[in-house]
């Protein structure tokens, strides 16, 4: 019997726009291993509306609204989809890491996040926050990416 390691994160809208801006980062890395690896999205209808908004506000990525579109949906497909209830906001300074964490919290993910700040006391809650890089070392030093 095969045993297949499931690795839920939220991933925050910072790192998809740093992956799509660049292929030189680890976020670029981080959203190319995601089929291949043990790495499971969560979304909610909120966060996946954020992408979306926030993808084509003009100049902030060098794609057109359909190639977001077929990214987003791509995303879609991979994630566990996780029902937010606002149960103890607000937590956090911002309404949108709220919505977040909430997700992180719901599906027992970890977040990707270039701004750890912004999550400071998730922990109390049971859910860590991290960079793209520490979770992309993660990855190799367990072995999950070739």
């Not at 690795?7 to 980062?25: E, M, Y």
């Not at 996946?48 to 902030?60: I, M």
């Not at 497909?77 to 309404?95: C, E």
Request: proline share 5%; glycine share 4%; charged share 20%.
């Amino acid at each position: 019997m095969v045993v297949r390691v499931v690795v839920r994160i939220v991933i925050d809208t910072n790192v998809i726009v740093a992956g799509l801006r660049s292929k030189r980062g680890v976020s670029y890395q981080l959203l190319t291993a995601l089929p291949r690896s043990p790495l499971e999205p969560c979304v909610s209808v909120a966060l996946v509306l954020e992408y979306e908004a926030v993808l084509k506000r003009p100049g902030v990525v060098p794609l057109t609204h359909q190639h977001i579109d077929t990214f987003v949906d791509s995303i879609c497909y991979m994630a566990h989809h996780t029902d937010i209830h606002y149960l103890w906001r607000p937590f956090l300074a911002d309404a949108q890491d709220d919505m977040v964490l909430e997700v992180a919290f719901n599906a027992r993910a970890t977040i990707i996040s270039y701004n750890l700040a912004d999550f400071a006391g998730s922990d109390s809650l049971g859910v860590l926050a991290m960079t793209p890089a520490d979770m992309f070392r993660t990855l190799l030093s367990e072995g999950w990416l070739p």
